[in-house]
């Protein structure tokens, strides 16, 4: 590979004038002056979009859906509390999540056909249909039988839908294990869960976490939807305060600035994790 | 299949007509039987593709048997987990590709089964790690990750690792056959050990100087057939089967 990359560029060398246009385009120069190229764009895109729309901008309003202070102190304004549902919902659903795709990959790697059928079916049928349906199917239909409130509907619609994509993602983690790791533990007498647990799993958990970290941050995103069964999540929110204030773009572009600080934080979190296990 | 007063108590692994079909139709064991003594180290060697090492992982069932009858230290493999444990426990294995775990240090590689099978305890575990380690020569690298050792040092921890369990017989499938040449002789030389400390081992080997040095016996297999198995000494001077003749003057 290394022979077949000198090449060409060899190639180029021989040649004065394109020696140095190679120099110039790898140069950070070169670089700074794409950034400022692409910047000046989406400046005079945004401007031009923004004079052209006529939108009266009120930001000046926004900073009391967030907060308030006074004599008594801060108070969250609706958008907080809304945002605090938001990850209370995402934080429950992302542990019952991961436990369903746990289970449920174990259940398709195990020898049981009754277990692997199952799980087939719930995976398929999950991902097949549009998680709207399945928290009115939850809420509506489930929650009466079941005796379940919002929240809890809420919770169990989104586990049982991310709890799909977990499964197929831990379970391919899991496969692309080796099978020598298997039977040398094996050979040692160890039994199946104890191979998984000291074994497979420590070494899956490592290529399983990036895609798993992008499966929760749409969770969170996914969480949105709940806003459908009137839990007053930051979704819920955003659409309240506007029915009453108009400030349509204002509130979105706010909310969506909350929902990345949340997602960032997340993907932060777990580069963290990937290093210790990296260290490990 | 066996009465017992058939069996000879000195026969400590009995493998009685295996068959084994793979599902893409490859006939890996066909009716072949075996029998290993007490302290006796056996070369099984063949062609590729012969069985040999679909025998070994027989043995501790890593795979499983279509037929046939498989006794081991007078324990029978057979369907009930119990026995498989029990038998796992009583039997070694070394693999070609050393399946050291990764993510874990040399001495934790060596120390974990002994506590998650043996449930010894961490310090004792540890202090028999030790010692193995010691024994094959690389006490030094406890601290080590595998990736950090050479090929041989890996299969000298896989060796030492198998050995912590206190293993009746030791199974080497083709253990140097993915060494680079300067290591296989360290690797041989811990497998010697082994031998002349009376450790029953059955071995898939290409080595055959480590075979004549070592073995007592030889098993030749082909297409999943017994051909010749006799004492090293008549396997190497005058074989019965014209096969072995043939298989001789190919690799020496």
Known sequence: ?280 | MFSSDEINPQQIVIAANLCKTFENGVRALDNFSAHVERGEVVVVVGPSGAGKSTFLRCLNGLEDIDSGEIIIDDIVLNDIPANRLAIRKEVGMVFQHFNLFPHMTVLRNVSLAQQKVKKNSRGEAEQTSLDMLAKVGIADKAGSYPNQLSGGQQQRVAIARALAMNPRVMLFDEATSALDPEMIGEVLAVMKDLASDGMTMICVSHEMGFAKEVSDRIIFMEDGKLIEECSTLQFFSQPAQERTRAFLEQII
């Open chain 1, 1 to 280: 590979m290394q022979n077949q990359a000198k090449l060409p560029r060899q190639n180029i060398s021989s040649n004065t004038g394109n020696r140095r246009w190679s120099t110039l385009l790898r140069s950070p120069f070169f670089d700074i002056i794409q950034f400022i190229f692409l910047l000046t764009l989406s400046a005079w895109f945004l401007s031009k979009t923004l004079r052209e729309s006529g939108y009266h901008w009120q930001w000046y309003q926004i900073p009391q859906y967030l907060f308030l202070f006074d004599d008594s102190g801060f108070h969250a304004g609706p958008l907080l509390l809304g945002l605090l549902i938001t990850v209370k919902i995402s934080a429950v659903s992302l542990v019952l999540a991961s436990a369903i795709g746990m289970a449920t990959a174990m259940m398709q790697l195990s020898n049981s056909f009754v277990a692997r059928t199952t799980a087939k079916i719930y995976v398929e049928t999950i991902r097949n249909t549009p998680l709207l349906i399945q928290l009115f199917f939850i809420y509506f239909v489930l929650g009466p039988v079941l005796g379940l409130s919002r929240f809890p509907s809420a919770v169990l619609a989104l586990s049982l839908f991310e709890g799909a994509y977990a499964s197929e993602i831990i379970r391919s983690g899991i496969v692309s294990i080796h099978r020598g790791q298997w039977e040398a533990s094996y050979s040692l007498g160890m039994s199946n869960i104890d191979t998984y647990l000291t074994v497979i799993l420590p070494q899956a958990i490592r290529r399983i976490l990036p895609p798993l970290t992008s499966q929760a941050i749409s969770l969170i995103k996914d969480s949105a939807l709940v806003s459908t069964i009137a839990i007053y999540d930051l979704t819920m929110q955003a659409q309240a305060i506007i029915a009453e204030t108009y400030l349509t773009f204002e509130i979105w572009f706010t909310v969506a600035l909350m929902y990345l600080a949340v997602t960032l934080t997340l993907s932060l979190i777990v580069r963290q994790m990937e290093h210790r296990f990296r260290m490990n």
